[in-house]
């Protein structure tokens, strides 16, 4: 009697999987007709679920209550695909990651959808090449703007940069602070290789060298500070831009790009 009720339970718990998922199988190439290879395919809660092949070719298997998946790899900007019903080889073209510098937020959009409007010739160029297997796409890529998200990020930084000035102008000749570097040591040379960007909330803990300085001068270019070295471990001198810094050296640091501890 355990024997059946094991069996049918088996049995029952394979029709679920087998009926509950879907096959989907497809290619990736990228919007300059590149094979997409080792592209990542992640479901809605980012779980990665599979992998393009050195070729740009996938298959998966899926829940069929998945509506939406996620392509996304080194160099491509992360696109979501609503899986169509009767589509199961999904064709698809990534964009490029771009930086668009010194341009608005709603501008870079504009840029972005300019190149987005272009997949459909794409894909038929990839047919033409033998690439894809279909002239026209049997899915629909939506649009994402990145403007929300931009502007977010530009509000923390215009908050965080406001923080740093304040952070700057608070500090008083004779004050004490320690500076975060990344050391090469390779041939002895002790050569000041890493500058750490401004850290909200960072302490000396979190960076594996620091060095304390007094602040001797204050310049408002760049947040720059001019600093005497009061205590270095480990070391008797660094090579920092050039120039060889010991224990009551001075030299000078933009605290508007780099790192600066305050205790």
């Not at 033998?130 to 002239?135: A, D, N, P, Q, R």
């Not at 500070?225 to 060889?244: A, P, Q, S, V």
Request: hydrophobic share 35%.
């Amino acid at each position: 009697m355990r024997f059946k009720t094991t069996f049918f339970i088996t049995f029952f718990f394979c029709l679920f999987i087998t009926f509950g998922q879907q096959k989907i199988s497809g290619r990736v190439i990228g919007e300059d007709l590149e094979i997409g290879m080792g592209i990542k395919i992640f479901d809605n809660d980012t779980t990665e679920i599979g992998k393009t092949d050195f070729n740009g070719y996938f298959d998966i298997e899926l829940q069929k209550n998945y509506e939406k998946i996620i392509f996304g790899g080194l160099g491509y900007e992360w696109t979501k695909i609503k899986l169509p019903v009767n589509c199961k080889n999904l064709e698809i073209i990534l964009l490029n990651e771009v930086l668009y510098h010194y341009k608005s937020n709603r501008k870079i959009d504009r840029l972005r959808k300019k190149r987005f409007r272009k997949i459909p010739e794409l894909h038929l160029q990839a047919y033409n090449q033998g690439l894809f297997k279909t002239e026209k796409p049997c899915l629909n890529q939506e649009f994402e703007p990145k403007q929300p998200d931009l502007d977010r990020i530009r509000l923390e930084l215009k908050e965080f940069r406001k923080v740093n000035k304040n952070d700057f102008n608070e500090l008083n000749i004779g004050d004490v602070i320690k500076i975060p570097f990344g050391i090469d040591t390779s041939e002895n040379e002790n050569e000041v290789r890493t500058y750490y960007s401004p850290c909200e909330n960072c302490t000396e803990e979190d960076y594996d060298f620091v060095i304390d300085c007094e602040v001797i001068k204050k310049y408002k270019r760049k947040l720059t500070l001019e600093l005497i070295i009061t205590k270095m471990k480990n070391y008797d001198f660094l090579k920092y831009r050039g120039k060889i810094i010991k224990i009551n050296s001075s030299f000078k640091y933009e605290m508007k790009y780099y790192e600066v501890i305050i205790e």
